[in-house]
């Protein structure tokens, strides 16, 4: 399940592929992908990184990569999203980021502004009609 023709679709040059995928390596390479302590009400916690699922799925998606490699099937018999609860759960994000400064500033501190919300609302547009199974 991929996007045909994403690279051309959501970038206008070259250049601006480039950067998208620097951006991410950037994002890895200074290791802003890993776990770092949560504290609070006193107490510490682990926490998973700033890089979710989302972020993979828009690092897939506008790349032209199949999707449902990212993914894999939740063993609960009921969920709201589904028995691919991860995708869809992100699905779901692009389109807030979409919408919302709030969210989308989740979406570019991994990527900058190589990712611009219009780009999301095209990629969501996109993403209604993928349905892993």
Wanted: proline share 2%; with cysteine.
């Amino acid at each position: 399940m991929k996007i045909n023709n994403a690279i051309n679709s959501f970038f206008e040059t070259k250049e601006q592929y480039v950067a998208f995928i620097s951006a991410w390596k950037s994002f890895i390479a200074e290791g802003k992908h890993k776990k770092y302590p949560l504290t609070s009400c006193g107490q510490e916690y682990d926490k998973v990184s700033d890089l979710e699922c989302v972020h993979h799925l828009i690092y897939a998606a506008l790349r032209g990569k199949d999707i449902s490699k990212n993914f894999t099937p939740n063993n609960r018999t009921q969920s709201y999203y589904g028995k691919f609860e991860a995708f869809n759960s992100a699905k779901e994000s692009v389109y807030y980021a979409s919408k919302n400064d709030r969210s989308f500033n989740n979406i570019k501190n991994v990527f900058g502004d190589t990712v611009t919300q219009d780009m999301l609302v095209r990629l969501y547009e996109e993403l209604k009609s993928i349905k892993l199974s």
